[in-house]
């Protein structure tokens, strides 16, 4: 019902950069907000940022100033772009939507398949 297509993820060194990309398509009706979440091994998951639909964002407190978060309403798509990354940085980095389906009113988060993040020298 929706399809998430992740990209962008994958080996980068410390103080590099990456860009994620996220495109969510199927019969969504509404898309509240979009956003990132990482999970570390043995940690739990954990927001990254989000943004809204009227573009307001949220970040955490450990990326802000290095990670910017932005949307494009029309192709239904997130992007996240990743500066002066670090090894702390590594996870696997899950794409989600907070959206109305054209068979439900309720709004719910659906979830991305998963992209690597690497950080290391």
């Known amino acids: 019902q929706v399809q998430f297509v992740e990209s962008g993820g994958g080996l980068v060194q410390p103080g590099g950069s990456l860009r994620l990309s996220c495109a969510v398509s199927?019969?969504?009706?509404?898309?509240?907000?979009m956003g990132w979440y990482r999970q570390a091994p043995g940690k739990q998951r954990e927001l990254v940022a989000h943004?809204?639909?009227?573009?307001?964002?949220n970040y955490a407190d450990s990326v802000k100033g290095r990670f910017t978060i932005s949307r494009e309403n029309t192709k239904k798509s997130v992007f996240l772009q990743m500066n002066s990354l670090k090894p702390e940085d590594t996870a696997v980095y899950y794409c989600n939507a907070r959206l109305q389906t054209a068979s439900s009113r309720i709004y719910y988060d659906y979830w991305g398949q998963g992209t690597q993040v690497t950080v290391s020298s």
């Open positions: 943004i809204l639909s009227g573009d307001s964002t």
């Open positions: 199927g019969s969504i009706v509404t898309i509240a907000r």
